[in-house]
């Protein structure tokens, strides 16, 4: 039995691409069925996943933007990453690791 090349569109990116006279004879040795693909979307595919896209990262911006305060404890000039309202005290880095947890607080 002989074969020859023949075009087949790709189901997926419409390209025309050659089934070989060498694989058609293999793919009806195996009992496959004409392929669907052209090569370069099988082997997308069979590498997983292939054009996924970006990645993002969550957005999440890395640098907060800082305001100027002044520690109640120790009056050194500090910045905060929130902006000091003045209805609770604002504390430097060195003091606010200082101070016992948060939820020992009484506000
Ligand atoms: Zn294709
Ligand atoms: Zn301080």
Not at 24 to 47: E, I, L, M, N, V
């Amino acid at each position: 039995m002989s074969y020859e090349d023949k075009n087949l569109t790709c189901v997926e990116c419409n390209t025309t691409f050659v089934f070989s006279a060498d694989d058609q004879s293999f793919h009806s040795q195996k009992g496959y069925t004409d392929p669907k693909r052209c090569t370069s979307c099988r082997a997308a595919r069979r590498s997983g996943g292939g054009g996924y896209g970006g990645g993002g990262g969550g957005g999440y911006g890395g640098q907060r933007e800082m305001h100027p305060a002044v520690c109640a404890e120790c009056n050194k000039d500090t910045e905060v990453p929130f902006l000091p309202t003045g209805d609770r005290p604002v504390y430097c880095s060195d003091c606010f690791s200082k101070r016992p947890a948060p939820s020992s607080q009484r506000w």
